[in-house]
C-alpha cells in the first residue's frame, strides 16, 4: 500500500503570498495532521481533521487554515507569508482522531519565503 | 498548558556505548508515544505507552512509562550506527486536542 504523500516536495514563494499544500492519507485512514517543523525542533502541532471536520487546532494564526475532502485527503492553506513561515510541513494520517492512534508521516513539503 | 521537556538536546555516543533520552510532563499522560527521525527522513513511529509503569522493548530499544504517568524513558542499548537521528516523544492535551512532541533528543554515533 502506498503510504502518505505529500504535494509539492519543495516550494519556493515570496512574503505577502498564499501557499496551498496537499496531503493524502493512506487508504482507510479517516484522520490527517498537519505539523510545522522548523530545522532543530521537534514538529508543531497545527490541526487535526477528522470526518472533515477539525478536532484539534495548534498555536497558529488565523493565516494558517486547512480542511479535509470527502476522500479524506487535506489541503492546508498559508495566507500572508511571513519569512518565519519557512519549515518543513508535515502531514499525518492516522485510522481515527484521538491520542492512542499512532501516526504515519508523510516526507513534507519544504516551504521556503524570501 | 501542557508542556514536555525532552533531555537532552543532544548526545555524542561511540558505537556500542548505551543511550538514554527522558521526557518529562508537567500533567499526567494518558498515553505516550516514541517517534524517530533519520536526517532528512520524517517521523517513523516506534512505540506508545499507555498503562503506569509499563515497559516495552523492541530488540536493543527498551522504553518505560513512569509509574505516575508523568515521565518516560527510551534506552539504546550497544548503540549501533543505524541508530543515529533524532527521537521524539509525543504526548496529548486531553482538553484541547492538540498533540504535542518534545524537542527531540539528536543522536550521534562515532564508529
Known amino acids: 500500500d502506498a503510504g502518505v504523500t505529500q504535494s509539492p516536495t519543495h516550494l519556493i514563494k515570496t512574503r505577502g503570498q498564499q501557499v496551498t499544500l496537499r496531503c493524502s492519507p493512506i487508504s482507510g485512514h479517516k484522520s490527517v495532521s498537519w505539523y510545522q517543523q522548523v530545522l532543530g525542533q521537534g514538529p508543531q502541532f497545527i490541526f487535526q481533521y477528522y470526518e472533515k471536520e477539525e478536532r484539534g487546532r495548534g498555536n497558529f494564526p488565523d493565516r494558517f487554515s486547512a480542511r479535509q475532502f470527502p476522500n479524506y485527503s487535506s489541503e492546508l492553506n498559508v495566507n500572508a507569508l511571513l519569512l518565519g513561515d519557512s519549515a518543513l510541513y508535515l502531514c499525518?494520517?492516522?485510522?481515527?482522531?484521538?491520542?492512542?492512534?499512532?501516526?504515519?508521516f508523510g516526507p513534507g513539503t519544504r516551504l521556503t519565503v524570501t | 498548558g501542557q508542556q514536555v521537556m525532552q533531555i537532552p538536546q543532544y548526545q555524542h555516543v561511540q558505537e556500542g556505548e548505551d543511550f538514554t533520552t527522558y521526557c518529562n510532563s508537567s500533567?499526567?499522560?494518558?498515553?505516550i508515544q516514541w517517534y524517530k527521525q533519520r536526517p532528512g527522513g520524517h517521523p517513523v513511529f516506534l512505540i506508545q505507552l499507555v498503562k503506569s509503569g509499563e515497559v516495552k522493548k523492541q530488540k536493543r530499544l527498551t522504553f518505560q512509562f513512569g509509574e505516575a504517568k508523568k515521565n518516560s524513558s527510551l534506552h539504546i542499548t550497544a548503540t549501533q550506527t543505524t541508530d543515529v537521528g533524532t527521537y521524539f516523544c509525543?504526548?496529548?492535551?486531553?482538553?484541547?486536542?492538540?498533540?504535542?512532541f518534545g524537542q527531540g533528543t539528536t543522536l550521534q554515533v562515532k564508529p
Open positions: 509525543r504526548v496529548s492535551s486531553s482538553n484541547t486536542g492538540k498533540l504535542i
Open positions: 499525518a494520517s492516522s485510522l481515527q482522531t484521538g491520542t492512542f492512534y499512532e501516526q504515519y
Open positions: 500533567t499526567t499522560l494518558s498515553n
